[in-house]
């Protein structure tokens, strides 16, 4: 049970740290953070009913992170080579 809240308190961490950070690399840092967040709850709830399928879908959701963290920080190296800011609040790069 103790994971448990080791998981809301790290999905609130990063919750928070999307919400009042300006910084990409630190949004995208805290994203991340929220993804582990939610495999260490799914792990967690597999372990409690002795169910496999919570470690499955972990692992599907670390092979999705995995392809968020090359095609993110691709982008954000663009922009930031574009517009020599890594500022989320600086970026309007993608206005019409």
């Given at each position: 049970?103790?994971?448990?809240?080791?998981?809301?308190?790290?999905f609130?961490?990063?919750?928070?740290?999307?919400?009042?950070?300006?910084?990409?690399?630190?949004?995208?840092?805290?994203?991340?953070?929220?993804?582990?967040?939610?495999?260490?709850?799914?792990?967690?709830?597999?372990r409690?009913?002795?169910?496999?399928?919570?470690?499955?879908?972990?692992?599907?959701?670390?092979?999705?992170?995995?392809?968020?963290?090359?095609?993110?920080?691709?982008?954000?190296?663009?922009?930031?080579?574009?517009?020599?800011?890594?500022?989320?609040?600086?970026a309007?790069?993608?206005?019409?």
């Amino acid at each position: 049970m103790s994971y448990l809240y080791l998981s809301v308190l790290l999905f609130t961490i990063g919750a928070a740290g999307v919400l009042l950070r300006h910084n990409a690399i630190v949004m995208f840092m805290c994203v991340e953070l929220m993804l582990n967040a939610c495999n260490l709850a799914f792990v967690t709830f597999s372990r409690m009913h002795g169910h496999l399928d919570g470690q499955v879908v972990a692992f599907f959701t670390m092979v999705v992170a995995a392809c968020e963290v090359v095609v993110g920080l691709a982008i954000i190296m663009t922009i930031y080579r574009t517009r020599r800011t890594a500022n989320v609040d600086d970026a309007n790069l993608l206005k019409g």
